[in-house]
């Protein structure tokens, strides 16, 4: 055979096996624009970060299994990443988009070509910027409908919406970013929530912008909800009405009904409205869950107006408000994700890990450093101490090159392979009086590495250093079942004998109850390197981090594709 047909065929088999891994399931090619615009929100108006001009940002639409193209191009002056939040990326962490994890930021006046590959994900995710405190503004829903020729397992609704929970700052959130690093204090709190960008009628300046939903009687509807905000939990309602859970996080449930839903910082719920009752206005309401004694938080309303159509009548001069729990009432918070079941059907089966190959433990704790003051600055946190967070008692510490990059080059140097499979200090995680020396963490790049296909169960422990409060808990790369979960120190010995093995919640966000810990398991089938991380973002920014790395497998296909050619630069 003549070389010159050798490298033709080659030529086909390559352009083959990117078509196969990419080309033949590409849905839709978007672009991001990243630039300042200006906002009038509560009274005033300032420059945010925004994508195509949009906050919220613009929607990505696919259906289960294609992938999507996204150009990201960045007119800013900020470093900006972004991160497909939920989405497996199979061997392509290259795409996922936490700086220094996967990939070092892309700078302003460049841009990169993110791949969004689709696989068993299926109802709401999102995404958002993943790079210092940018996400505030950069944010927006993936919408994952099933294939064609399948179909929802519930009936189809009538209309479909988002519902984008946020946070809102009148100042420059870059500047809260900053003075939270300058002083190490707590950051000021939002100034107000919002629903689809809107804070609401209970806020100054802010009736006139309400966002309101239109819905005809006796239809139902899909509400798609996701919680953007930064540092707070949320409770969810609206009036009269009941909201049925179907999904969370893009994976579908048993039917829960409630009158609110509690959803945390990163995660999705889908859930059924239907539209029985006297055609009115209703408020829909969001405000905080935060369980934290002492911790401050922003303690506003926001709200939206849901409001029937095609009837003629008079609404109510003031709407009727929904019931939302008490801001800690930690009880009401359980009640509703201890509900939560997966679907477990012939269709959307569960398939729990049965047997651990690997267990971790990890607490996860809020503590403190003794003062390193900043431009003769003094440090704000308590006693004059800077505010830390950490997972086994090692605050997570950003290298200079991406961990990606390093691991795949072999630059080992960038990080330890030596996060510790247990606690190293051993106490009582959720007692009420604990040693101050405890509250002193290790600083490091430790990382963990997995086998790949190996299983793993991961028990997060809460403790009470400084703040004990609930603990938002995400995973890149991995979903996950939620097996079990409970208040006080974990038992090795007994708690593993109440877990649900049969249909527990398959999530890639979880909350862990105030003194309390949850046993997450998952298969490490997908290799690279993986962030995990609480989705408070003060938490992330004060090291309860960590990275995992799943392994390449043996076979091709069980391995990282190579990176691509337009990776931004360290």
Not at 235 to 259: E, N
Not at 487 to 507: M, T, V
Request: charged share 15%; net charge positive.
């Amino acid at each position: 055979m003549c070389l010159r047909n050798m490298s033709l065929i080659l030529q086909l088999l390559g352009l083959i096996l990117l078509l196969e891994f990419f080309g033949c399931n590409a849905s839709a090619h978007y672009t991001f624009v990243i630039e300042k615009t200006p906002y009038t929100r509560l009274c005033s108006t300032k420059n945010i970060l925004t994508v195509n001009r949009q906050f919220p940002g613009p929607p990505l639409f696919a259906r289960k299994g294609e992938t999507v193209i996204v150009d990201v191009i960045n007119k800013a002056n900020d470093n900006i990443t972004i991160h497909w939040h939920g989405v497996r990326q199979p061997r392509s962490p290259w795409w996922d988009g936490p700086a220094y994890v996967t990939q070092c930021p892309i700078k302003p006046g460049s841009q990169f070509r993110y791949k969004v590959i689709f696989t068993t994900e299926e109802g709401t995710l999102w995404w958002h910027a993943h790079a210092d405190w940018t996400r505030a503004t950069v944010h927006g829903p993936i919408v994952i409908f099933p294939k064609v020729g399948s179909t929802y397992p519930f009936p189809k609704p009538y209309e479909e919406m988002p519902i984008v929970l946020g946070e809102w700052w009148k100042r420059d959130v870059a500047q809260v970013y900053r003075q939270l690093l300058r002083t190490g204090g707590d950051p000021n709190v939002s100034d107000a929530f919002t629903i689809n960008g809107q804070p609401g009628d209970l806020y100054p300046c802010s009736k006139q912008g309400t966002f309101r939903l239109s819905v005809q009687e006796g239809k139902t509807y899909l509400l798609r909800i996701i919680n953007a905000g930064m540092n707070d939990n949320l409770f969810f309602a609206i009036a009269q009405h009941k909201l049925t859970v179907v999904s969370v996080d893009a994976r579908y449930t048993k039917p829960l009904t409630r009158d609110y839903i509690v959803i945390p910082p990163g995660q999705t719920i889908d859930a059924l409205l239907v539209a029985n009752q006297s055609p009115n206005h209703y408020y829909m309401a969001a405000r905080a869950y935060s369980s934290g004694q002492g911790v401050i938080f922003d303690n506003t309303t926001t709200t939206a107006i849901l409001q029937y159509s095609g009837h003629q009548y008079t609404p109510s001069s003031f709407p009727s408000f929904p019931y939302l729990p008490f801001y800690n009432d930690t009880a009401s918070s359980v009640s509703f994700t201890g509900a939560l079941r997966s679907l477990a059907s012939k269709d959307h089966p569960a398939k729990v890990p049965l047997m651990v190959d690997t267990q971790l433990i990890s607490t996860i704790s809020v503590n403190t450093f003794p003062c390193r003051s900043i431009n003769n600055s003094t440090c704000q946190g308590p006693n004059g101490t800077r505010f830390a967070a950490s997972m086994n008692n090692i605050t997570y510490r950003n290298p200079s090159v991406s961990i990606l990059q390093a691991y795949y080059k072999d630059m080992i140097k960038v990080f330890g392979e030596s996060f510790p499979n247990r606690p190293p200090l051993i106490y009582n995680f959720t007692g009420d009086f604990l040693p101050q020396q405890l509250q002193t963490p290790m600083r490091g790049t430790e990382v963990k590495l997995l086998d790949y296909n190996s299983t793993m169960e991961i028990v997060l422990q809460g403790t009470n250093l400084v703040a004990g409060e609930d603990h938002p808990m995400h995973l890149h790369g991995h979903s996950f079942y939620v097996v079990g979960w409970g208040f006080g120190n974990f038992d090795k010995n007994k708690d593993p004998l109440r877990y649900n093995l049969i249909d527990p919640p398959f999530q890639n966000t979880a909350l862990v109850p105030k003194k309390g810990w949850i046993a997450i398991r998952f298969r490490a089938d997908n290799p690279g390197v993986w962030f995990m991380h609480c989705h408070l973002e003060r938490h992330l920014t004060w090291g309860m981090d960590t990275v995992l790395i799943t392994k390449n497998g043996l076979s091709p296909r069980a391995q990282l594709v190579p990176p691509p050619a337009d990776l931004p630069p360290c």
